[in-house]
């Protein structure tokens, strides 16, 4: 386990890469035995590129297209995929952007006759959006006000109209395959034996159901290397 703590434009990532690169060239791990997670995609190309020049000639096993490099949120959406047997939409489920998400908040509110100037649509959308990241589904979500209330009742029916077009939006990669490592130990064991290393990026911006993730995946090796 490892963790470096360094201000920005450090290289921090540097070091991400460099010892990535070391265990694949010196230590001879397979590419499918790696994981490296970060928050953007920008981030995610300058780590595959970096790795390209430091292992310009790998043996097929160490193939970097074999690693799983890139976001959390595109990890998560490949793992979804694959799992989709243990979930309640099909493999190939759309991802709704921004603004599809906040075009389904206001079509439920309006269905739900809610006043949209005292329950704002953008802020509705943020509380559920919070509610994904703490792992908590609509059933979970505890009522202190009626605000509280007003957002479950939003939230369920959100993930009615996201189900009816086999869909997810970002949050929902988070917490669904986090929770799916969680509720079917068998899966989680699968992918924490597959990943020998799990590397993270950035890693003071991880939410709970990141975490989560990042917990569940190096439960068996134990080889989490993270810079933040």
């Excluded at 989709?84 to 921004?98: C, T």
């Excluded at 990241?133 to 369920?156: A, F, G, H, Q, S």
Aim: proline share 4%.
């Amino acid at each position: 386990q490892g963790l470096v703590l360094a201000g920005p434009g450090s290289g921090k990532t540097r070091v991400l890469t460099r010892r990535l690169a070391y265990l694949v060239d010196r230590q001879h791990v397979p590419g499918y035995a790696i994981i490296a997670v970060t928050f953007t995609n920008r981030a995610a190309r300058v780590m595959e590129e970096r790795i390209s020049q430091l292992i310009p000639d790998p043996l097929p096993e160490y193939q970097i297209d074999q690693m799983w490099i890139g976001t959390f949120h595109a990890m998560c959406a490949r793992m979804l995929r694959r799992e989709s047997n243990y979930l309640p939409f099909k493999s190939n489920f759309v991802i709704f952007d921004a603004d599809d998400q906040l075009s389904l908040v206001k079509r439920a509110i309006r269905e739900m006759n809610i006043d949209d100037k005292t329950h704002r649509p953008v802020g509705i959308h943020a509380a559920i959006s919070s509610a994904k990241n703490d792992l908590l589904t609509p059933d979970d979500m505890p009522i202190r006000t009626y605000r509280d209330e007003v957002v479950k009742r939003v939230y369920t029916r959100y993930q009615q109209m996201l189900a009816a077009s086999n869909a997810v939006d970002f949050d929902d990669l988070l917490m669904l395959a986090a929770r799916l490592l969680q509720e079917n130990p068998g899966v989680a064991e699968r992918y924490a034996r597959r990943f020998q290393h799990v590397l993270v990026d950035e890693f003071q911006d991880t939410n709970l159901a990141q975490y989560e993730l990042l917990k569940q995946l190096s439960s068996f090796h134990k080889n989490i290397f993270v810079v933040g």
